[in-house]
Each structure stands twice: as structure tokens, then as C-alpha cells.
């Protein structure tokens, strides 16, 4: 296949990786009881939810906290796309057990950038805008607060100070470098298509 057609290929891999990572954050938005009604909520409801909609047909809407639709349709989407490119990049057929690695690899890797991503978008808020009230600001505060919560109760902030997110950010990058590591390596090729 010419440069060309890799080009494309990674464009599509992208893509669906983006396509994720908005699923994803519906997940997490989900788990930590964010604001449903916030508008940021119902754009990321509204781009995933022809894709989830099949899911809730048999495993059943959102009950508690998790919505296993979600993470059931994330998986099989990123299976499927992960044996389409290799297919079509004349790789062939990849093992079920690496392709199955490699999606919950790329779930998992697209869990943790969230957080990354919130975690930064948190600290520069509480620097610039303490109190902001716009619904992405209050959006990210609710995502990321049941992740700061535990740390913050072994960790409380020294003054003005709140040493908890790096101790967060600490963990993100461990989680990252040894699970995610090791679940790219366990895919093999289909490992190549993780990340973003």
C-alpha cells in the first residue's frame, strides 16, 4: 500500500479513536453522576447514541452508575475497525485474543487521556477562574471530583495548595506506562492502533 493509502488509514484510525474517546467521556459522565442536562452532556449523548442505541436493545438502558451499553459498543467498534485496517492495509487477519487486547487497550487508553485532559483543563480553572459557571467548567469539575475526592481525604490541600492532582497525574502515567503498556505489547500488531 502507497503513503497514500497509510495516510488514510491513520486518518481513519483517528477518527474512530476520537469517535471514542467521545464514547468514553459519555461513560465517565455517567459514572461520576454528571449533569446530564448540561448541553456539553447532551452533544456528546446525541454524536454517540446511534451507536449505543442497538447496545441498550439487549443489554438494557443505564442502570446505576455504568452504562455497560456504552463500554459493550466502544469495544466492538474498536475490535471491528482494528480488523478492517489490518485487513485493508494487507496485514490480514490479527488473533481474536489480540484484537480483543488491542480494544480494550485503546478503551482504556482513551479513559486515561480524558482524565489527563480534565485534570489540566481543572488546575488552569481553579488558576484563572475559581468559580466559573460555564457548563464545561462545571462539567469537568463533576467528572473529575470522583477521582480527586479519595485522594484529597489522604492528601488534603496544604493552604492554598492541593497537591492531589499530581499525585492523580502520577497515577494516570503509572496506569498508562505499566496496563496500557502492557496491554499494546499483549496485542501485538492490533497494538498499533491504540492510541491517538
Known amino acids: 500500500m502507497g503513503q497514500m493509502g497509510n ?3 491513520l486518518l481513519v484510525n483517528t477518527l474512530i479513536n476520537i469517535y471514542l474517546f467521545l464514547m468514553m467521556l459519555r461513560f465517565l ?3 461520576s453522576q454528571a449533569d446530564y442536562y448540561n448541553p456539553i452532556s447532551q452533544s456528546v449523548v446525541k454524536i454517540t447514541q446511534p451507536v449505543v442505541r442497538p447496545f441498550q436493545g439487549f443489554l438494557g438502558p443505564v442502570a446505576g452508575r455504568f452504562d455497560l451499553a456504552t463500554l459493550a459498543s466502544a469495544f466492538v ?5 482494528i480488523v478492517v485496517i489490518l485487513q485493508i492495509a494487507g496485514i490480514g487477519m490479527p488473533p481474536i485474543t489480540q484484537v480483543a ?5 485503546a478503551i482504556a487508553n482513551a479513559i486515561l487521556k480524558i482524565y489527563f485532559f480534565a485534570l489540566i483543563v481543572m488546575i488552569i480553572l481553579s488558576w484563572v477562574a475559581p ?5 464545561g ?4 469539575m463533576q ?3 470522583p477521582i480527586m475526592a479519595p485522594v484529597r481525604k489522604v492528601i488534603p490541600p496544604l493552604g492554598m495548595i492541593d497537591l492531589s492532582p499530581i499525585v492523580v497525574f502520577i497515577a494516570i502515567s503509572i496506569i498508562d506506562g505499566i496496563v496500557v503498556g502492557a496491554l499494546t505489547r499483549a496485542a501485538g500488531i492490533a497494538g498499533a492502533l491504540v492510541g491517538l
Open 29 to 31: 459522565l455517567q459514572a
Open 137 to 140: 467548567a462545571l462539567l469537568v
Open 131 to 135: 468559580n466559573a459557571s460555564h457548563p
Open 101 to 105: 487486547i488491542g480494544a480494550v487497550a
Open 143 to 145: 467528572l473529575v471530583e
Open 7 to 9: 495516510a488514510g488509514l
Open 77 to 81: 467498534i474498536k475490535a471491528v475497525s
